[in-house]
């Protein structure tokens, strides 16, 4: 449509690690991304429930968050259209990770990530 400037597409990222919101915030904003971040379960709940976004970027397990699928079932029915990654450092089985892929998420990244700029163009390709 002309005239109709193109919206920026926008990111949650959930996690208690101080520095992966960071470095994850900051590298997607570079790629033109507008980025929320979340310490801890219930404040990606509250974002969940002020914000549309594109792409959910959660820790598997973290302070404040009996169960993070509650945080994937949510936006799930709130944002049916939305990518919800999981991550995490744990190490789990394959299984386990199968598991979580079964259940909904679309995408699962181990950290720490074996490259940052390869890992976030693959969740920058999730949604373009």
Known sequence: MPGKSKQ??????????????????RRFERMGFDVK??????AGVKALGNHIFDLIICDLRM???ENSTDILQLSRVN??????????????????????????????LKKPFSSLAK??????????
């Open 63 to 65: 302070p404040h968050c």
């Open 37 to 42: 971040t979340a310490e801890d379960g219930a």
């Open 79 to 108: 944002m049916p259209a939305c990518k919800f990654v999981y991550m995490s450092g744990q190490l789990l089985s394959e299984q386990h990770i199968a598991d979580i892929l079964n259940n909904g998420a679309d995408m699962f």
């Open 8 to 25: 920026r597409k926008q990111i949650l990222i959930i996690d208690d690690e101080e520095m992966i919101l960071d470095i994850l915030k």
């Open 119 to 128: 890992t976030t163009q693959q969740l920058a390709d999730l949604i373009r």
